[in-house]
Antibody
């Protein structure tokens, strides 16, 4: 069974940084393309970015609003995905989800339970 | 950026009835559309990808159709567990520019 467990969320001040992690199990993580998606309280979904498998180049793509502030990385030896959040604003307050990408396109077939990031002074 | 508009915003349906949800794209996305539903306090669950392919384990009462700019998700006979918010998501283009619709809430009539 695929499991994705996010951690690292919490309360941070505006301008601060946070590093989220996602522990993966139940599938061959090193072969998976992974994404992060967030959801502000009571709002819709927003894709943040993705990282390809190392065998497919390990490159990243980001949504325009977060490019340059957020960084996605992976540690295949630990089956873990990371999201580094820098320069946080209050409107970055959201639940952050780790997801796997489908094999036939950039849709999201497995999701973690999410970790809440609250940006407030 | 490709915008997705979902309608209606809220759909009131009795259990056992049919529900039809719509998603319109601001430009053609071929069949690069997925549908999810989300219950309170839970992550979204993938229902449909490629506009009409059911994800693993999704009941046959869920069906998707459409191409280009107009898409539909149909739930043939609503069960109690289907009352949720439904989102569409497009994944057309390269590099990926992924966007979600604003959601349709399916509530008990």
């Amino acid at each position: 069974e695929v499991q994705l467990v996010e951690s690292g969320g919490g309360l941070v001040k505006p301008g601060g940084s946070l590093r989220l992690s996602c522990a993966a199990s139940g599938f061959t993580f090193k072969n998976a393309w992974m994404s992060w998606v967030r959801q502000a309280p009571g709002k819709g979904l927003e894709w943040l970015g993705r990282i390809k498998s190392r065998s497919d180049g390990g490159t990243t793509d980001y949504a325009a609003p977060v490019k340059g502030r957020f960084t996605i990385s992976r540690d295949d030896s630990k089956n873990t995905l990371h999201l580094q959040l820098n320069g946080l604003h209050t409107n970055d307050t959201a639940v952050y989800y780790c997801t796997t990408e489908g094999v036939r396109g950039v849709y999201f077939d497995h999701w973690g339970q999410g970790t809440l990031v609250t940006v407030s002074s | 950026e490709i915008l997705l508009t979902q309608f209606p915003a809220t759909l009131s349906v009795s259990p056992g009835e049919r529900a039809t949800l719509s998603c319109r794209a601001s430009q053609s996305i071929s069949r690069n559309l997925a549908w999810y539903h989300q219950k309170p306090g839970q992550p979204p669950r993938l229902l449909i990808y490629g506009a009409s392919t059911r994800a693993t384990g999704v009941p046959v009462r869920f069906s998707g159709s459409g191409s280009g700019t107009e898409f539909t998700l149909t739930i043939s006979s609503l069960q109690s567990e289907d009352f949720a918010v439904y989102f569409c998501q497009q994944y057309n283009g390269w590099p990926p520019s992924i966007t979600f619709g604003g959601g349709t809430k399916v509530e008990i009539k």
